[in-house]
C-alpha cells in the first residue's frame, strides 16, 4: 500500500518512470485477497501506461481491474476502469465507442462525489475536442473547473483550465487560450508540478505563433519547452513543441529550418489527428521555404485525405461536420494557393476537397434503439406542452430546462454510432463538365477566403475564375434580405409598412445580383445552373434574384455530392406520392388537395401525424408536407415539422432506412443551415440530402401560406409533365409572382435537375 502510494505521488507530479516503478512493486506485493488494494495501484498503472502511450498494458491493467471489480461488487472501481477503457477508445481514435464507454458510467461516477463527476466531464470534454465540437468539449471543461473548484482539487482545476486554453486555442480565441494558460500555469507552479506547468507553457506559445504576436520570441521558447517536456518523459508533448517552434521560423522567415524540424515532422501510423495535420502544415511550410510548391500542395492534399479517412469512423451527421473544424485552416491555406494560381481546374479540386467532405462519406442507418426513441416521443409531447404554455402567457421554465436535456441526451446517444469507414474520391472536373454538356449547363462555385468572394464558372465547354470583391456587403446584404422576407411573411403587416420592406427587399436582391451574378452572366449558358455556394451563402434565395429568375437552379454542397445523388434523385414515370398538412396552416388542406388533383392521388389526412409522415418517407417517391417549420440555428438537427402529434425533427428523418427522390417541404426556414468550420453546414434539408433524398425544396426565410399555397401545386402539376424539380420549381415561382407581389423564397437543393 505504501508503495501504491507513493506511486500515486509521482504520478501527480508527472513524475512517469518512478511512479511507475513504484507502482510495478505495489502490483507485485498485492493480490486479490484484499480486492481493493489491488485495483487502485492497478488503475493507476494503467493510466502511466495509457500516459507513455502503451495502450495495450493499459488495456491489460485496466480489463484487470473490471473483472477483479466486478466480481466483489466494488462498483466505483468498475466504473473508474470502464471510463479509462474509454480513454483509451479515444486514444486509439474509436470515438464513438469512447462515448458510448464514458457515459454508460457517468451516473455511477457522478453519484460518488463531485471530484468523480469532473473527472468524468473532463476526459469526455477531450473526446469531443477530438471530434471537432469545441464548444460542447469547453461546457464540459467548464463544469469540471467548478467542481474541482469547489471540492478544493486546485491540482485537477489547473487541468481543467489547462484543457479550456486547448479549446481556446482552436477555436482561434488567442488571448483567451494565454489567460487561461497562464492562470493554470500559476496553479501547477504553486503545487511544484514542474512538467504540468511546462504543457500551460506551451499553450501559451502556441497561441503566440498563431495570432503572429512575438513570433520571434516563440521560436526559442518553444525550442526550450521541447528539451524540457522531453527531459520529463514526456515525448509525443515534447515532438508537438518543436513543430510550434519551427512553424514560428517558417512564419518569421528563419533560415536553417530544416534541420531544427528533425524527426518530429515524421508521421506515425497511431499520431492523433490534430497532431498529424499539425505535421503535416510544418512539412508544407518547409516545402515552400526549399521552393518546392508541388510537394507543399501535395503535403496540404495529404493533411485532408487524413481528415476525411478520420471523419469517415462516424457514423454522426454532427460529428461527421464539426470534425471539419480540424483542417480549416490547412483547407483555406490550400484553396487560397490554389486561386492565386490562377487554374480553373486546381481551384475546382481545391473546392472538392476542402468543403462540405461530410457529402463525400455515405449515410449510416443506426441500429435499432428503442431508448433513444422514447426519447424522441418524450422530447415531442415535451414541446407540445411547452408550447400551450407559451401561449397562454406561461415562461415554463422546467419545461424548457427538460427540452433542453432531453434534445442533449438524444444528441449525444447519435454519437455513439460509429462511421461508415469509405469515402468517396473528389469528381474531376472533366467529368463534371461531360454531364454540364447533356443539359447545355453552367455550374458556378463561389469561394470565401480571405475576406473575399471568388467565383469558379465551368460550362461545357470552358472554365473560368473571376474576383467578385469583398465578401462582407455580400453577408450584409443576405442578412438584410432575410430579415425583409420575414417581415414579409407576417400577417398583419401594416401596409405602409409592407410597401416599404418590400422595395427594401427589392433592393437587396438587385444588390446581391449586381454583386454575385452580373459579373458572370456572360459565362451563363441557356440550361439550368448548378449552384456551389460558400457555406455562409446556402441560404440566400437563389431563384429570386433577377439573373436566375426562371432558370433551373439547383443548389449542391459539392459538384462531387450532386454527381453522386443524380441516380437516386431520378424519378419513376409514375411516382408513388405521398401528402402531409400540419396544423394551424391557413390553406394548408386546400394546397395538398390542389397537390393530389395534379397527381391524380388521394388528398392527405386533415391534419398528418409524425408517425405518418416517418413511414410515407420510407415508402414515397415524392412527399409534399405543408405545414409550419422552424429552424433550430444552435441545434440544426432538431430543426423540425409541426405535425398534428408534435414536433417532427430532421434528426428523425435523416435516420430512415430510406427516403424519398424528391420532397417538398412547403414551410418556413428549413432551407437555412448553420455553417460549420470546414464549409460543413448542417440543418434540415442537409440532413434529408445526406440521409438519401435525391433533392429538396425549401424555404430559406419565412413564406407566406397564400404565396406557398400558388407555388406547391404549380410544382407538381410541373413535375407531372416531365420537368426537373429545379425547372418545376422556376416554373412555380414564375406563375405565382402573376397574382402574388411577395415571391416564395423557395429554393431547390441536391440533384434537382
Request: hydrophobic share 50%; glycine share 8%.
Amino acid at each position: 500500500m505504501i508503495a501504491a502510494q507513493r506511486g500515486l505521488l509521482y504520478m501527480r507530479a508527472r513524475r512517469p518512470a518512478e511512479a511507475l516503478a513504484a507502482l510495478d512493486a505495489a502490483v507485485r506485493l498485492l493480490d486479490e485477497s484484499e480486492p481493493e488494494y489491488i485495483c487502485r495501484p492497478l488503475l493507476n498503472r494503467g493510466i502511466m501506461h495509457m500516459q507513455r502511450g502503451a495502450l495495450a498494458a493499459a488495456r491489460a491493467d485496466f480489463s484487470r481491474c473490471t473483472d477483479i471489480a466486478g466480481r466483489h461488487g466494488l462498483d466505483m472501481l468498475a466504473a473508474k476502469a470502464s471510463h479509462n477503457l474509454g480513454y483509451l477508445s479515444l486514444l486509439s481514435g474509436a470515438l464513438p465507442r469512447a462515448l458510448r464507454e464514458m457515459d454508460t458510467v457517468r451516473a455511477t461516477l457522478s453519484d460518488q462525489s463531485p471530484i468523480h463527476a469532473a473527472i468524468y466531464h473532463i476526459d469526455r470534454a477531450q473526446v469531443l475536442l477530438a471530434a471537432g465540437l469545441w464548444r460542447e468539449a469547453d461546457e464540459d471543461l467548464a463544469l469540471a473547473v467548478d467542481l474541482f473548484r469547489g471540492a478544493k482539487a486546485p491540482q485537477d482545476q489547473a487541468e481543467a483550465e489547462l484543457a479550456r486554453a486547448q479549446v481556446a486555442l482552436l477555436e482561434e480565441r488567442y488571448a483567451d487560450a494565454r489567460r487561461l494558460a497562464g492562470r493554470a500555469r500559476k496553479r501547477f507552479a504553486a503545487r511544484g508540478a514542474d512538467a504540468w506547468g511546462l504543457l500551460a507553457e506551451h499553450v501559451a506559445v502556441a497561441a503566440s505563433v498563431a495570432d503572429g504576436r512575438g513570433v520571434a520570441q516563440a521560436a526559442p521558447d518553444a525550442a526550450r519547452l521541447a528539451t524540457a517536456l522531453a527531459a520529463a518523459g514526456l515525448d509525443d508533448e515534447a515532438r508537438r513543441a518543436t513543430l510550434t517552434g519551427v512553424a514560428a521560423l517558417l512564419a518569421a522567415g528563419a533560415g536553417g529550418v530544416a534541420e531544427r524540424a528533425g524527426a518530429a515532422i515524421r508521421l506515425r501510423r497511431d499520431d492523433p489527428i490534430g497532431t498529424r495535420l499539425q505535421a503535416r502544415a510544418v512539412r508544407a511550410g518547409l516545402a515552400d521555404v526549399a521552393g518546392q510548391p508541388r510537394r507543399a500542395d501535395a503535403e496540404l492534399r495529404a493533411a485532408l485525405a487524413d481528415l476525411h479517412r478520420y471523419q469517415a469512423s462516424f457514423g454522426s451527421l454532427d460529428l461527421q461536420t464539426a470534425v471539419s473544424g480540424h483542417g480549416r485552416r490547412l483547407a483555406e491555406q490550400g484553396l487560397a494557393r490554389a486561386l492565386a494560381g490562377g487554374r480553373p481546374a486546381t481551384v475546382f479540386g481545391w473546392a472538392e476537397r476542402a468543403r462540405a467532405l461530410s457529402t463525400r462519406l455515405p449515410p449510416v442507418v443506426p441500429p435499432a434503439d428503442a431508448e433513444a426513441a422514447q426519447m424522441l416521443e418524450d422530447l415531442r409531447h415535451t414541446r407540445v406542452e411547452l408550447r400551450a404554455h407559451v401561449l397562454a402567457g406561461h415562461p415554463a421554465p422546467a419545461l424548457r430546462a427538460r427540452c433542453a436535456h432531453l434534445e442533449r441526451l438524444i444528441r449525444q446517444r447519435s454519437w455513439y454510432t460509429p462511421g461508415p469507414g469509405q469515402t468517396l474520391a473528389p469528381a474531376p472536373l472533366g467529368q463534371l463538365q461531360d454531364q454540364l454538356a447533356v443539359a447545355d449547363a453552367t455550374y458556378v462555385a463561389h469561394l470565401l477566403t480571405g475576406g473575399r468572394l471568388h467565383a469558379l464558372v465551368a460550362g461545357p465547354r470552358r472554365r473560368t475564375l473571376l474576383d467578385l470583391g469583398p465578401a462582407a456587403p455580400v453577408i450584409e446584404l443576405h442578412r438584410r434580405l432575410r430579415a425583409d422576407l420575414d417581415a414579409l411573411a407576417t400577417i398583419n403587416l401594416p401596409e405602409p409598412v409592407r410597401v416599404s420592406v418590400r422595395a427594401a427587399s427589392r433592393r437587396s436582391l438587385q444588390g446581391l445580383d449586381e454583386r454575385l451574378w452580373h459579373p458572370l452572366r456572360r459565362l451563363l449558358t441557356d440550361g439550368p445552373v448548378l449552384l456551389a455556394p460558400a457555406a455562409g451563402l446556402v441560404a440566400v434565395p437563389w431563384t429570386l434574384l433577377p439573373v436566375l429568375r426562371g432558370r433551373p437552379v439547383a443548389v449542391v454542397p459539392s459538384a462531387t455530392a450532386w454527381l453522386a445523388a443524380r441516380d437516386r434523385a431520378a424519378l419513376p414515370a409514375r411516382p408513388a406520392v405521398a401528402l402531409a398538412a400540419g396544423p394551424r396552416v391557413l390553406r394548408a388542406a386546400e394546397e395538398v388537395r390542389l397537390v393530389a388533383e395534379a397527381w391524380s392521388t388521394a388528398a392527405a389526412p386533415a391534419e398528418s401525424t409524425t408517425a405518418g409522415v416517418r413511414e410515407a418517407a420510407r415508402t414515397a417517391d415524392v412527399l409534399h408536407v405543408a405545414a409550419h417549420g422552424v429552424h433550430e440555428p444552435d441545434n440544426p438537427l432538431f430543426s423540425h415539422l409541426e405535425l398534428a402529434d408534435g414536433p417532427l425533427f430532421g434528426h428523425e428523418l435523416h435516420q430512415l432506412s430510406r427516403l424519398p427522390a424528391h420532397i417538398v417541404l412547403s414551410a418556413c426556414e428549413l432551407g437555412l443551415a448553420r455553417a460549420r468550420p470546414g464549409e460543413e453546414t448542417l440543418g434540415m434539408t442537409a440532413a434529408l440530402l445526406h440521409g438519401g433524398a435525391g433533392s429538396v425544396v425549401a424555404g430559406v426565410a419565412r413564406i407566406a401560406d397564400a404565396v406557398a399555397y400558388q407555388v406547391g401545386p404549380a410544382h407538381h402539376a410541373a413535375l407531372r409533365d416531365g420537368s426537373s424539380p429545379a425547372a418545376a420549381l422556376a416554373t412555380a415561382i414564375e406563375k405565382a409572382a402573376k397574382t402574388e407581389e411577395d415571391l416564395a423564397p423557395l429554393v431547390c437543393f441536391g440533384a434537382g435537375w
